[in-house]
């Protein structure tokens, strides 16, 4: 069975969010229901947080789709307890659908993923995000990330990178957890806390640098200070990388012609792509 393109901001979503509200013994507050295009986000009368994805079952693979829960394992970062969870396959198509209830978010979100205006951060915020960050790369994991649902392999990493910057050795050397889609939309200010767990696992080091890198790259005082704050992962041959893994995605076929970014990924890049050839 083909599984159909599916868009949650369009999509009818009321009996799913039935099913959830029967299974978790929740109420869900649908007025301010927060709608993405593979996920459903909502207030609960009991002062919680609920999140529901959709996810094909090609996508789900041997992690089983249970990021936010399993993440409650990891000590030391500042992320919203997970409290509960239920997940079903959907009866008519090859996906499924899970919901997991977590405490509220001590804060706002930054912004958008992409952000195109500098926000006000203290200094305390950018200690504990790099507490947090150094937190999840010290621990351990079997599960293997899974940015934009896609499994992170070394053939991965090799066929992005090369669709931009072709003749790059493009061997890992290291490993470690990271978050896989760290963004200005999955932390929150003036309180650090990082959310949106889904799709973490072991990752090339310096991919959630990298990610942050990327998302900042419209305001290139933000970038540079992302880079200054995570300089020992970026600098790290791995760190460089990622670099590339993530302006490639940024450069290649698919780019938005609309994206502010593109020439500040591509200046850095070429830099980091010179830096690894001379390796």
């Not at 099913?19 to 909502?42: I, T």
């Not at 200690?127 to 599960?143: E, F, I, K, P, V």
């Amino acid at each position: 069975m083909t599984l159909r393109s599916v868009d949650l901001r369009k999509e009818p979503v009321e009996a799913v969010l039935n099913r959830v509200e029967r299974s978790l013994e929740v109420r869900l507050d649908r007025k301010p229901l927060v709608r993405k295009r593979r996920s459903l986000g909502a207030r609960t009368n009991r002062g919680t947080w609920v999140r529901i994805e959709r996810r094909g079952l090609d996508r789900i693979g041997v992690q089983g789709g249970d990021g936010t829960a399993s993440a409650e394992a990891l000590l030391g970062i500042a992320k919203p307890a997970w409290l509960a969870g239920v997940a079903w396959r959907d009866e008519s198509e090859p996906v499924v659908w899970r919901a997991d209830e977590t405490d509220l978010l001590p804060g706002a979100t930054v912004g958008n993923a992409v952000v195109t205006e500098a926000p006000q951060l203290s200094e305390w915020w950018w200690a504990a995000m790099n507490a947090s960050l150094d937190a999840l790369a010290a621990q351990h994991t079997n599960r293997i990330a899974t940015p934009d649902t896609e499994t992170l392999t070394p053939e991965l990493v090799t066929g992005t990178i090369h669709r931009v910057f072709p003749g790059i050795d493009t061997t890992v050397g290291e490993w470690r957890p990271a978050h896989a889609d760290f963004n200005w939309a999955n932390v929150t200010a003036p309180v650090f806390c990082v959310f949106d767990w889904e799709d973490w696992g072991m990752a090339p080091r310096g991919l959630d640098a990298a990610n942050l890198w990327g998302a900042s790259l419209a305001v290139p005082a933000l970038a540079g200070r992302v880079r200054g704050e995570r300089h020992d992962d970026l600098e790290s041959r791995d760190g460089k990388l990622m670099t590339l893994f993530i302006a490639a995605k940024i450069l290649g076929p698919h780019a938005d012609p609309d994206d502010p970014r593109p020439g500040a990924a591509r200046q850095t890049a070429e830099r980091v792509a010179r830096e690894l050839q001379a390796c």
